[in-house]
């Protein structure tokens, strides 16, 4: 059983079920509703929203150092690095009562002891993209080209070598290479993608990679350099910065 009534220019319907339908919408704040407000605005001539103004624009922040603190403590909180260097210069202006252009001078000095003694540490690192680098470009002419896969195979593998007839192209080196060239590679894959698993599994029982563990090591120690400063906030910084370099 429907009841009805007008009320102004609305037309109030009341449903068995206790629901209010306003001129056929559920009510003020549905998405219909608005849509529909919307489309009376537009043609009414009212400013489209959808597009930003002049004064909008001219208030559009340029960098950290612009933004209030409230939004900066989102971005910190999502791992942004930048933002977490402006959180920590803040912090530094509050704690010891000085100027912006002050505390980033201060915060330049923490920056440099967040890095001491970080090449050591990236040695194994530094090895690893010499070795990998080394590895991918010596790995074509160790299949590919005849002088460099016959050295190698004189030296050390000592296999037999194929007719002249059957090494013209160097697809037919490779296939020749590939007989002593595919068990160290396909060997090498399949222990590289067990490491990458085995770290996927550390990694979900919250066990720390080393390059987490070193950044947590650096963390505690830049806190105890400077305990005036808040804890989390140095900690949070020290954490998401680079092993090596300004991290800018």
């Known amino acids: 059983m429907m009841i009805s009534g007008r009320s102004g220019m609305a037309v109030t319907t009341l449903s068995r079920h206790g629901r209010v339908w306003l001129g056929g919408f559920r009510t003020l704040k549905s998405l219909a509703y608005r849509r529909m407000m919307a489309k009376k605005k537009i043609a009414g001539g009212a400013t489209n929203k959808s597009t930003p103004t002049l004064l909008e624009a001219k208030q559009m922040p340029m960098g950290m150092q612009e933004l209030d603190n409230e939004t900066l403590v989102s971005l910190a909180a999502m791992k942004n690095h930048k933002a977490r260097i402006e959180v920590l210069k803040r912090n530094i202006m509050v704690v010891d009562q000085v ?53 190698f195979n004189q030296n050390f593998v000592t296999t037999d070598v194929p007719e002249p007839a059957d090494l013209e192209t160097w697809l037919e080196v490779g296939s020749w290479a590939w007989n002593w060239m595919e068990p160290p590679l396909g060997t090498l894959s399949f222990m590289l993608l067990c490491l990458q698993f085995s770290r996927a599994q550390m990694v979900n029982l919250g066990i720390q990679p080393f390059s987490s563990y070193l950044k947590d090591k650096r963390a ?19 954490r998401t910065d680079h092993l090596m370099g300004p991290g800018k």
């Open 220 to 238: 505690s120690r830049l806190v105890k350099e400077y305990p005036q400063y808040d804890k989390r906030i140095l900690s949070d910084f020290s």
């Open 99 to 151: 100027s912006y252009q002050t505390a980033t001078m201060t915060f330049e000095k923490i920056q440099e002891s967040n890095h001491r003694g970080m090449r050591l540490a990236a040695l194994p690192y530094m090895a690893g993209i010499v070795t990998a680098s080394s590895a991918a470009a010596a790995s074509v002419p160790l299949c590919f080209y005849l002088p460099v896969v016959s050295d």
